[in-house]
């Protein structure tokens, strides 16, 4: 038998075990470029770990998820972290998981506003990108190189979504 989900809203410090939160937060904006610009600045630190490893910037266009929906798998990146922020604006779904015993304990649902980007640290147990209602476009910052950087990991019983309030 499944068991549902709940969702909550993304913050700094429900997320904190997890990894950053990227967002215009006034505690690290620092005013540059004559006080033209605001630097809201080391909001969270890209991590590419082992031999040929470097930093990439993509985009991603992620197809809407239709609900309810079944999280029947987690996944991490052993060598580096992986970040999603918004570039449509659009609010999307994150979804992490503690580690227990090197498999994902039971998964955690936040609903992203869409100017709030996530960064998951390195081998942090999350789902692929989940956007919502439209297809919406990501930069993503994340790791490149030798060395296979992606661990699935496949529930025996889904957990459940159902389709978030936006
Ligand atoms: N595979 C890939 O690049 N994307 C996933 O890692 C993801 O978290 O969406
Ligand atoms: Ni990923």
Redesign the pocket.
């Known amino acids: 038998m499944s068991e549902y989900l709940d969702i909550r809203p993304l913050t700094k410090a429900a997320f904190a075990s997890f990894g950053e939160v990227i967002e215009a937060d006034p505690a690290s904006m620092r005013l540059i470029n004559g006080g033209t610009t605001e630097r809201f600045h080391a909001l969270a630190v890209a991590e590419a770990t082992g031999e040929g490893a470097r930093v990439i910037i993509n985009l991603f266009r992620g197809q809407p998820r239709s609900f309810p929906y079944a999280v029947d798998m987690m996944?991490?990146?052993p060598f580096g972290s992986?970040s999603f922020s918004p570039v449509s604006g659009r609010p999307f779904l994150v979804i992490v998981s503690e580690d227990e015993n090197g498999r994902p304990g039971r998964p955690q649902v936040f609903l992203a506003r869409g100017d709030q980007g996530v960064n998951?640290g390195r081998n942090v147990w999350?789902?692929?990108?989940m956007a919502l209602g439209q297809a919406s476009d990501f930069l993503v910052v994340?790791r490149d190189g030798p060395d296979n950087n992606?661990e699935e990991f496949f529930f025996e019983t889904p957990f459940i979504i159902k389709e978030p309030a936006l």
Do not use: A
């Not at 999350?126 to 990108?129: C, F, G």
């Open positions: 996944e991490r990146h992986q998951y999350h789902h692929p990108l994340d992606l």
